[in-house]
């Protein structure tokens, strides 16, 4: 069975970082774009940045600049590297994963619980 677990959430003051991970475990045969959402109280989920196998990158213009998303293929693991935090960064960070597994299942979008990051003083 599949399975994306986040980490690294927390609470941090304004202008602070933080590093989010998800790690896909499992009988994982190929992942192929990953992706981090957040979803604020009361807001829409928002697509914060992704990341194809081969590197290619996207991010929302109002994390440009700012976060910078990476990959671990080896470790099937993606990264959320956050600087300059705001107030209205915080929210429920999650990844999903477009991925295959050794039976050839094909999973889109399959989603980890989330991790929250708040920003305050």
């Known amino acids: 069975q599949v399975q994306l677990v986040e980490s690294g959430g927390g609470l941090v003051q304004p202008g602070g970082s933080l590093r989010l991970s998800c790690a896909a475990s499992?009988?994982?045969?190929?992942?192929?774009?990953m992706r981090w959402y957040r979803q604020a109280p009361g807001k829409q989920r928002e697509l914060v940045a992704n990341?194809?196998?081969?590197?290619?990158?996207n991010y929302a213009d109002s994390v440009k600049g700012r976060f910078t998303i990476s990959r671990d293929n080896a470790k099937n693991t993606v990264y959320l590297q956050m600087y300059s935090l705001k107030p209205e960064d915080t929210a429920v960070y999650s990844c999903?994963?477009?991925?295959?597994?050794?039976?050839?299942?094909?999973?889109?979008?399959?989603w980890g619980r989330g991790t929250q990051v708040t920003v305050s003083s």
């Open positions: 999903n994963a477009d991925l295959s597994d050794r039976g050839g299942k094909y999973y889109y979008k399959y």
């Open positions: 499992g009988s994982i045969f190929r992942i192929y774009v």
């Open positions: 990341i194809t196998s081969g590197g290619s990158t």
